[in-house]
């Protein structure tokens, strides 16, 4: 069964912790960065007799630090896929790409909507931690992927949708600082847990009214599927991460096929213009004030990559 | 009706409610035949402790305090529930609220109690007791001799198992179903201070339709559920469950009333939300009554879990669910409540219950053809 670790700032120092039903027990390990930790606790540490704390009581910092390679995969799920105007029968290629580093923040916090943003948008996502170096063409299938893939976290892939699409920006639209929320958890993986992934609960809300809900077992392409894939134009090193695509229930519509027709015909300016006005009208976009909140786990509760808090707050 | 609208907000932990029960402490039924219910309920394996011509008092070996109450009535049905509470404060507040009735001398007993009423207009009772500990006193026997692959405890000893009902220790948890879900889930929350430990939503609107409400007794472990509020067509208890010591003792149960005549409903299986080795049973009503035994135990720490609401997730393994187990079928006076909800201005969503009927019919295991 997996094992979970936090990293946590307490009196201006910064160290992971083992946490067990609720309880963080700190290693002592400092400030080490994820890569480092995962060598760290490969070499199983012996935990010492360091003040046990109460989750609530430290300073929940990520735990995937920059630097980092931050490869996402979109539109993943089979119902996003069509709320994204997208056909998914149609799906014949893995879409990826790449958000910034410095959008990294802590799991409980802030998300801040930047002054020109309008169509800020929340995306929950398993997280996939690599923990060996990729620089070849290779074969993953269930029998090798847990030698790649180390720990699993979760994320807020937050976009704005109004940089994203109409500027052909996705790697802006998706970067700005606080637009990736990690963790609480890293869940290191044991020999058997990739057998317990589908059974994994996504759930996102907003003011306390789910919005997103799904299992991972709803994946168009499978963690080796996409590990596979990307070995063929992507060197990955230990402590990068792969965002494996949100489920249904995003902000973002995509205008039924007849407008999008229509809307083919219209100068491109005027088409984003038509876009973001339609967008605008819906109420789901993300406001100053919003709590965000989300969870992966198994009913059982044998993964459980813990509980993230957020709050919407504007750019001052 | 709309369709498409979104989803209702999920019932969440109160920052300051107005009191904490401490447990469940009883529930109190109308019975129209009060001799058959009495010979059921003995034989399901509570205790008696008081019977007149109006009103039968049982209790479970955990405890001399009644937790099932059978009482004469017109018709079968749930009279009203209580909880415990031990702190005189929350008391003093519950007390306050609009419409509270205060009785000092007490229900079953000396303990005093408030009355109130939940949105659905179900009678709860505050039940105020200083010594909430001491009124448990589990005559537990686990003199249980079991062996296991490395652990020998048995040798030259077989294991033998005694015919009888079941030793109920104590009354655990409640289902209610409720017209207006998330009023009365919050209600609950708000009052007493519950916290959700699992939600259910139906997979097409993500609307919540059950939750699974848990004690706040702070770092002190309690059940995973002590009332579970479910969305129905109408207002009604759905099940009650008993804690067993062990699943030894489930079987047992399930054996005695078998041979008894009486009905058994589903079982034995083990619950997903909760983990509790069940079996159901329908008492002479045809109510649903639940052995249970090693259920989950949280205390506050532990967050909220979201699941799709199906068959599947009823179970981790266990006898097929029989089909007719879920009552799905809108009987002429579950029509009648409908209707009575709608007219007096009830905030009832008729599509949720028609998606929840639809969902609940899918076949839990691949191999289930209904």
Known sequence: ?316 | MKKNRPPSRCPVQADNPLSKAKDIAYIRLGRRNLKSSSSYYLDFGLSLLEKTEERILFHGHGSNFPCWSIEKNKRDVLLGLGFYISSKEEFERLKGLEGAKFFPSGRFGDFPFVNITDPSGLSVDAVFTEVFEELKSPEISLQKFWNAPGKTERVNFPHPSQSGPAKVIRLGHAVLLKQEFLKNAQWYCDTFGFIPSDIQILSGSKEPVIVFLRCDLGDKPTDHHTIVIASGIDDRLEHCAFELEDLDEVAKGREWLLGRGWKSAWGIGRHLLGSQIFDYQRDPTGMLVEHYSDGDKFDDTVPVGYHWINRKSLYQWGEDMPENFLDLTLSFHKLKELLKGIFSGKEIRMDTLLALKKTMKISPRNWIKY
């Open chain 1, 1 to 316: 069964m997996a094992k979970n670790y936090i990293r946590f700032e307490k009196d201006h120092k910064i160290d992971w912790a083992k946490l067990e039903f609720g309880k963080a027990f700190p290693l002592g390990a400092g400030d080490l960065n994820t890569r480092e930790f995962l060598e760290f606790i490969k070499a199983k540490p012996v935990i010492q007799n360091n003040p046990i704390y109460q989750a609530q009581e430290l300073q929940i910092l990520s735990p995937i630090t920059a630097p980092c390679q931050i490869i996402c995969q979109g539109a993943n799920y089979r119902q996003h896929l069509i709320e994204s105007g997208l056909d998914p029968d149609d799906k014949t290629y893995n879409l990826f790409f790449t958000k910034s580093d410095a959008s990294l923040s802590s799991p409980i916090g802030d998300v801040i909507r930047p002054k020109q943003v309008q169509l800020l948008d929340y995306e929950i996502e398993l997280g996939l931690v690599f923990g060996k170096t990729i620089n070849n063409s290779l074969e993953i299938h269930s029998g090798n992927i847990s030698e790649y893939v180390s720990a699993l976290f979760m994320a807020n892939d937050i976009s704005a949708r109004d940089i994203q699409l109409p500027q052909l920006q996705w790697y802006k639209g998706k970067s700005y600082r606080s637009f990736l929320p990690a963790g609480p958890v890293l869940a290191i993986l044991e020999e058997g847990d990739f057998s317990l992934l589908e059974s994994l609960e996504l759930t996102l809300l907003v003011n306390d009214r789910v919005r997103q809900h799904d299992t991972i077992s709803s994946l168009v392409f499978s963690p080796a599927e996409s590990i596979q894939e990307l070995s063929r134009f992507c060197n990955i090193n230990p402590g990068d991460v792969l965002l494996t695509g949100t489920p249904s229930g995003c902000a973002l519509r995509a205008p039924g096929k007849f407008l999008q027709k229509i809307a083919a015909l219209l100068p491109e300016k005027k088409k984003w213009e038509l876009f973001i006005k339609g967008q605008l009208k819906r109420s789901d976009y993300l406001q100053p004030g919003d709590k965000i909140h989300s969870s992966i786990r198994t009913a059982d509760r044998r993964i459980d990559l813990g509980d993230q808090v957020l709050q919407v707050v504007q750019e001052s």
